[in-house]
């Protein structure tokens, strides 16, 4: 089992008012398996994708993450943000690249933070660049491209490290129906091809039929 979340809790405090998102759930995922996650808006979707990821923490010590066996938050801080950037992928419905970097650049990011070579970064950011189909790209900023070529960026960054473990929280979500559809065929062909685990969140029930697996998220569980 590569992602294992047991029993995962997490409130947040709004003004006085506890909301719990969180009530003990659970996930199981295979290496090389898609999941879906769906629910309604401010079900904690993206909250638990921040907790399997190791972004945010779930509350107390109720819970567990485990990823390829290891306790993620039994670890200290920076050995977890370690484990997070070698072990972890992820893909944002809003993009997240660096404008003040150009597209490569951004795709070496987070190998670069983890303490590998420029030249072997460098080769690795070109193959992905290639394959998301925006090599022609390479030294333009985020700001030069359309939405679906920086969602293409988004996902090589995501691959970038070869994690085991690749976290889609509405990756087609900014997308237009034809562009979307693309981007998430390459999502899919490029984890499967490599083994990856890949639980993506998801409105769309469409969309969500494309994985082996759709869970919802509903009152804190998922069922």
Do not use: W
């Not at 659970?26 to 769906?38: F, K, M, N, P, Y």
């Amino acid at each position: 089992m590569l992602i294992e979340a047991d029993n995962l809790h997490k409130t947040y405090v709004l003004k006085r008012n506890k909301v719990p998102v969180l009530c003990g759930a659970s996930l199981h995922v295979d290496a090389g398996e898609t999941v879906a996650i769906i629910g309604r808006s401010g079900a904690g979707k993206s909250t638990l994708l921040h907790i399997l990821g190791g972004i945010d923490r779930p509350d107390d010590a109720r819970g567990s993450v485990r990823i390829a066996g290891q306790s993620m938050y039994t670890l200290s801080s920076s050995a977890r943000t370690r484990m997070r950037a070698e072990r972890i992928g992820f893909v944002f419905q809003t993009y997240h690249l660096l404008n003040e970097m150009d597209v490569l650049e951004n795709v070496m990011l987070p190998a670069r933070a983890a303490g590998a070579s420029r030249t072997a970064t460098l080769a690795r950011a070109q193959e992905l660049l290639q394959a998301v189909g925006v090599s022609a790209r390479a030294h333009h900023t985020p700001l030069e491209l359309s939405g679906g070529e920086q969602q293409r960026v988004a996902i090589a960054r995501a691959l970038i490290n070869d994690p085991a473990v690749v976290l889609a929280d509405e990756p087609t979500g900014n997308l237009d129906t034809e562009t979307g559809a693309t981007v998430l065929r390459l999502l899919f062909d490029l984890t499967r091809s490599r083994g990856h685990a890949l639980v993506m969140v998801t409105h769309n029930d469409a969309t969500a039929a494309t994985c082996d697996r759709t869970l919802r998220l509903h009152d804190g569980l998922l069922v």
